[in-house]
Nanobody
């Protein structure tokens, strides 16, 4: 069974940090890009950060300078280091892995930023 599993979400105060992890099981297509998205209730899922197999990264403007994406080149795994979290960052965060013909998704991990 092909599966992406996120972990590391939780509750943090404004200005705090969290580190998200995404691990995989099963046999995937060759993956070109892994990334993180987030989605609030009633809103569209939006890209947070992407990283290619070559290590090139792309960030949403709203998280630049605060979030850092990385990956494990030996397997399908991605990480998101989040610093300076703001209430607006509170969402469900999803890991994605994009191959030639499809994108795989995890089930999401909740990030809550609250006093």
């Amino acid at each position: 069974q092909v599966q992406l599993v996120e972990s590391g979400g939780g509750v943090v105060q404004p200005g705090g940090s969290l580190n998200l992890s995404c691990t995989s099981t099963g046999t995937f297509q060759r993956i070109n890009t892994t990334g993180w998205y987030r989605q609030a209730p009633g809103k569209q899922r939006e890209s947070v950060a992407q990283i290619t197999g070559a290590g090139d990264t792309n960030y949403a403007d709203i998280v630049k300078g605060r979030f850092t994406i990385s990956r494990d080149g030996a397997k399908i795994a991605a990480y998101l280091q989040m610093k300076g979290l703001e209430p607006e960052d509170a969402d469900v965060y999803y890991c994605s892995a994009t191959g030639r013909t499809r994108t795989y998704w995890g089930q999401g991990t909740q990030v809550t930023v609250s006093t």
